[in-house]
């Protein structure tokens, strides 16, 4: 099981494609800051110096969630695209133990593209805030507890990624649909019905990190990590459960 | 000899489409057996359930008695090349075959000696998306020999080799068997692995139609012409057909004569009785290609 592992991960380093997505999640993260400090106590905005201002700020670092997403997507769906599944299956034939090395390793990535994110956000936002004279604690309740956050987040996302290019195995129409899923027809339902919007996974992620005492929408933060949990599991195993006995053709 | 690779009463439906009907087909232990077809036969499709990657809609197909997927580490019992495709783009060489060897609990070496064993070392460090097909096949077949197994499967390994690759891969896999490797390997081209092979399985439209060694396959191909030129053709023809012989003069040629349906060495004995002389003599028979497309020819007709 632990060489299995082992060789996911050296599957993820061995592309370029993970650090492709790394420099996006380290460029959002930049973005992220940038974004949230100049915006501070403009047009409704929580002022700089307020805790919500705060979560704001360092709470981008879940925007690597969508990264994770694609890179969970990318690590099922490229196996199927270029046909290396075959190889995979056949080193360890009984494939729930491919599928579960897949998952801890992507779990694993997801923790370290979270914490990319996070010490980006921390390097870029912190100093940045000094020299505003903005006092934040990186200790202080709220902060720390955002940044950790939005690094479950990024491993939770990764994970349903696995469990949707599982599910989809079309690389293509998985990463699309994943986007368009994740912009547009999860905004539209958080805008129009709310009540059932912040039960979807963005906004659960949502309620995990950033807006976690500023909106009544969204769920809180316990309630989002339970329902993201519940939303890994449902993917994992769904994706899982359709991979164990597809014919690999 | 025992069995290595037995296959029963294998079928294998796609939806409507029924790829592999009732085939039954053993590999014997230390030879070289080719699995022979046109393409759409169903070669591939029985390969794939032979190794677990295919579910059979009835029947079976085991390795070493066991189905591939009881197998523990089957990467150093049986190593299998599959297709060309089956590469990340992005990756090098080595790391396609380092991720393989430590799933499969290979030391990392192996990775670099499987790359000598095809000749491919030069490009270890290459991203595989430059690979032309014929390096593709040899770094899938280093892939098959990671784990040093005792045997190999192979589809359609000369697919998209030239010349000299084709000749590599059949001193290749004469070397493999000769150290009591046993090959079960693929092919649409006879032609390409009847130099190598001992035994052969020959399917067409998801059925068996021929299961024998080479041998007893080149023994259906007697019975052809045997050829002759004559600078007296015509006296030639008149003395064998005096002495029995089915001899006719050939199209095209005033010196040939062809005597069907006599052996090489009973046709040599009369020539020499009737005291023509002969300056050539050729049997026109042997030629495994033509009896490979009547054997699949039929059965491919079938809808």
Known sequence: MIALVRAEVLKLRTTRVFFGLCAAVAAFAVLGVVAGILTAGNSGSPPLGSAASARNIFGTGGTAGIFTLILGILAVTGEFRHGTITQSFLVAPRRSRVVVAKLIAILVAGVGVGVLGSVVTVAVAWPWLAAKDVSVSLFSSDIGAVTLLGIVAAAVFGVIGVGVGALVRNQVAAIVGALVWEFVLESILVGVVPSVGKWLPGAAARGLTRETLQNGSLLPAWGAALVLVAYCLVFSLAGAQLLMRRDVT | ?303
């Open chain 2, 1 to 303: 000899m025992t069995d290595v690779i037995s296959v029963q009463g294998l079928v294998k439906r796609f939806r409507s489409v029924v790829a592999v009907h009732e085939l039954s087909f053993d590999v014997q232990s230390g030879t070289v057996t080719g699995f022979l077809g046109p393409n759409g036969a169903g070669k591939t499709t029985t390969l794939r359930a032979l190794l677990g990657l295919v579910n059979a809609t009835s029947g079976t197909a085991t390795v070493f008695g066991q189905t591939y997927r009881e197998l523990q580490n089957p990467s150093r019992r049986i190593g299998a090349a599959l297709e060309a495709s089956g590469f990340h783009p992005g990756r090098k060489a080595i790391d396609h075959l380092k991720v393989a060897a430590i799933a499969a609990g290979i030391p990392k070496a192996r990775a670099g000696a499987a790359l000598v064993e095809v000749g491919m070392e030069p490009a270890a460090d290459r991203r595989v998306g430059g690979f032309s097909l014929g390096m593709r096949q040899r770094l899938a077949l280093a892939g098959a020999l990671l784990g040093q197994p005792e045997v190999l499967v192979l589809d359609e390994p000369a697919n998209g080799l030239d010349p000299e690759g084709i000749h590599w891969m059949r001193g290749f896999l004469r070397s493999y068997a000769d150290q009591g490797g046993t090959v079960l390997i693929s092919s649409h081209v006879l032609s390409e692995v009847a130099q190598t092979v001992d035994h052969v399985v020959i399917v067409a439209g998801g059925r068996l139609v021929a299961s024998s060694t080479l041998a007893e396959l080149t023994d259906r191909t007697s019975g052809g012409a045997v050829r002759l030129r004559s600078e007296q053709a015509g006296p030639l023809r008149d003395a064998l057909v005096a002495r029995g012989a089915a001899a006719t003069l050939a199209d095209g040629d005033a010196d040939a004569v062809v005597v069907t349906g006599s052996e090489a060495k009973d046709v040599g004995r009369m020539v020499a009785d009737t005291g023509v002389p002969v300056f050539e003599m050729t049997t026109d028979g042997s030629n495994l290609e033509d009896v490979f497309l009547q054997l699949t020819a039929s059965e491919a007709g079938q809808p």
